[in-house]
Every structure is written in C-alpha cells, then in structure tokens.
C-alpha cells in the first residue's frame, strides 16, 4: 500500500511539473501580445522560481553527495 501511494505521489508531481511549465509558456506567448497584468507577472516568477527549486532539490536529492 505504501508504495501505491509512493507511486501516485510521484505522479501528481510529474503531473503538477508539467502544468507548471506549460503555465509558464502559456505566460510567454501573453507576454508577448499584450504584456502581463501584476498578478501573471507574480505568478510567472513564482512559477518560474518554484520549477527551478524543485529541479535543484530532486538533484541534490538523487545525486547529492550523502551527508
């Protein structure tokens, strides 16, 4: 039971990774025919920041070096 849930954990973040970043590029192609209001400007950095936090703590925590 414990590695279902495991597995679907892993799934809902793969699932919420990719909304993430066709959020953000849906944010590009805004940008670029009319420019963002402030709160897509907020969530198009807070997306951004969140996708790169993500990347560097799945690194570290699959090749970091074991403390």
């Known amino acids: 039971m414990i590695d ?3 597995n679907v954990y892993e799934i809902s973040i793969a699932v ?3 909304c993430s ?3 953000v590029r849906q ?3 805004t940008k670029k025919e009319r420019g963002l ?3 897509e400007q907020v969530m198009y ?3 951004q920041i969140g996708i790169m936090v ?3 703590s799945f690194l ?3 090749y970091g070096v074991n403390a």
Request: charged share 10%.
């Open 45 to 47: 950095v807070v997306t």
């Open 54 to 56: 993500w990347l560097g």
């Open 27 to 29: 944010l590009k192609k």
């Open 37 to 39: 209001s402030s709160f």
């Open 16 to 18: 919420l990774l990719l």
């Open 4 to 6: 279902f849930l495991e």
């Open 60 to 62: 570290i925590l699959t």
């Open 21 to 23: 970043l066709f959020y």
